[in-house]
């Protein structure tokens, strides 16, 4: 049973461009998480999203950050217009449901986001 | 006062060495806690969930006392393998998302 993927592992974007991480939750997880971790930091919650819906969007910046996850195929984080303060390691987690004692998020190796 | 709040450490101890970490939440409404471990540049992964009955996997004991909203994670024969960060989670009510502190560095040396 695979785990959860992401990619690229790394990306290397010039400021204005755009970037998109990509997110395959572990199978059977239908529960998809996005957190960034900046530099010495601890990770901080993004965003949390069901297939075709957003259900917790509090940790998005409102400029330039979207999140889906489209009824087939992987979740997308997008980032437009990237700033050098986007550089970070942006980690996906997945979940098998919602609610509950034991609803463990599993997380994916990253994306470190490099902005020149 | 940030959500989750740890010793940032580094904590440095000898091969066999006990050593205890701790953490408090602020959210007296969080559900589920948690200690995961972070290898430095990997992603964080899941060491133990934490009980108010306390649980113990092997080496490692974890404490939850809901009434002073604090967390404890207890290594006991360190080995040089568990040199890491681990961060303390907490889940709130309501919505799943995790809150994580900003994590306690612990080196073990020969």
């Known amino acids: 049973n695979a785990g959860v993927m992401q990619n690229p592992r790394h990306l290397v974007r010039r400021r204005g461009q755009e970037a998109r991480l990509r997110c395959s939750p572990m199978k059977g997880h239908s529960h998809v998480y996005w957190y960034r971790q900046l530099p010495e930091e601890g990770l901080k919650f993004m965003v949390y999203?069901?297939?075709?819906?957003?259900?917790?969007e509090s940790g998005m910046p409102k400029e330039r950050f979207s999140a889906e996850f489209p009824k087939e195929g992987p979740s997308i984080l997008r980032i437009q217009q990237v700033v050098r303060g986007d550089s970070a390691a942006y980690f996906c987690?997945?979940?098998?449901?919602?609610?509950?004692?034991?609803?463990?998020?599993?997380f994916g190796a990253g994306t470190r986001l490099s902005v020149l | 006062r940030k959500e989750v709040e740890q010793d940032p450490g580094p904590f440095n101890v000898p091969e066999g060495a006990t050593v205890a970490f701790n953490c408090t939440y602020s959210n007296s409404a969080s559900q589920s806690f948690f200690w995961y471990r972070q290898d430095c540049r990997k992603e964080p992964k899941l060491l133990m969930s934490?009980?108010?009955s306390g649980n113990e996997d092997g080496r490692f004991t974890a404490q939850l006392n809901r009434a002073s909203q604090y967390i404890s994670l207890l290594i006991r024969d360190s080995k040089l393998s568990d040199s890491a960060t681990y961060l303390c989670?907490?889940?709130?009510?309501?919505?799943?998302?995790?809150?994580f502190g900003a994590g306690t560095r612990l080196a073990v040396h020969p």
């Open positions: 999203l069901q297939k075709e819906n957003i259900i917790d």
């Open positions: 989670v907490v889940r709130g009510g309501g919505y799943n998302k995790l809150i």
């Open positions: 934490v009980y108010s």
């Open positions: 987690a997945s979940s098998p449901a919602s609610g509950g004692e034991e609803n463990i998020q599993y």
